[in-house]
């Protein structure tokens, strides 16, 4: 059985940092592309980063310079690194590989 289960959120100053979390079970999560979505409060789903099965990294617009994807193959874990946060990442982040998805960590940036 798949299950992604995200961890890392919370509250933040703008300008902060969290390192979000995805651990993944029932399949080799290196050997797939893994992505990042985010949805904000009264919005709809926005796609935040992707990593490849090669490693290969792209990111959003919004997002780009200050997120990294990154992976950890022997522990079947993907990693959203979040740097010089503002408040208009405020949103429920979720891991995804298609068509699973795992249930969210809220990560709220705010003074």
């Known amino acids: 059985e798949v299950q992604l289960v995200e961890s890392g959120g919370g509250l933040v100053q703008p300008g902060g940092s969290l390192r979000l979390s995805c651990a993944t079970s029932?399949?080799?999560?290196?050997?797939?592309?893994m992505s990042w979505i985010r949805q904000a409060p009264g919005k709809g789903l926005e796609w935040v980063a992707r990593?490849?099965?090669?490693?290969?990294?792209t990111y959003a617009d919004s997002v780009k310079g200050r997120f990294t994807i990154s992976r950890d193959a022997p522990k079947n874990t993907v990693y959203l690194q979040m740097n010089s946060l503002k408040p208009e990442d405020t949103a429920v982040y979720y891991c995804?590989?298609?068509?699973?998805w795992g249930q969210g960590t809220q990560v709220t940036v705010s003074s």
């Open positions: 029932g399949f080799i999560s290196s050997n797939y592309g």
């Open positions: 995804n590989f298609n068509p699973w």
């Open positions: 990593i490849t099965s090669g490693s290969a990294t």
